[in-house]
């Protein structure tokens, strides 16, 4: 048997809480890493800690909201985690990354024209 000499964190729905792992989900060979400015709501704040780590900075917004700057590989699976939250997240910056999460909301929304 291994005893430990700290406590390790629990897990909340089998989600490992280091950010490494999560960054991990995002990396692709074919694009470098960027920083992001994300607009998220404050019910976010534990999701965003647990998925980019305690270090991550975070900058009140206002009375609803923060600002979180991360660093991930711009990608539809990026996309896709934040596309979740519906209105409680929005990208503020690079701009080319707000630019690729209109065009993603865009062809979702024509998907439901009719």
């Known amino acids: 048997m291994v005893v430990l000499a700290e406590k390790l964190p629990p897990l909340r729905c089998g989600v490992v809480h280091h950010s490494k792992i999560f960054k991990a989900d995002f990396q692709y060979v074919f694009r470098e890493s ?3 400015e994300i ?3 404050n019910s976010l704040i534990d999701t965003v800690i647990d ?5 991550v900075p975070i900058i009140k917004a206002d009375n609803e909201q ?12 990026f996309f896709s985690w934040l596309f979740q939250f519906g209105d409680k997240s929005k990208v503020l910056s690079p701009q080319n990354a707000v630019e ?9 929304l024509n998907l439901y024209k009719i």
Do not use: P, Y
Not at 66 to 77: C, G, L, P, R, Y
Not at 100 to 108: G, N, R, S
């Open 39 to 41: 607009l998220f709501h």
């Open 100 to 108: 690729e999460m209109k065009a993603l909301t865009e062809k979702v």
């Open 51 to 55: 998925r980019f780590g305690e270090d």
């Open 34 to 36: 960027e920083n992001l």
């Open 66 to 77: 923060f600002k979180a700057e991360v660093e991930v590989v711009i990608s539809n699976a």
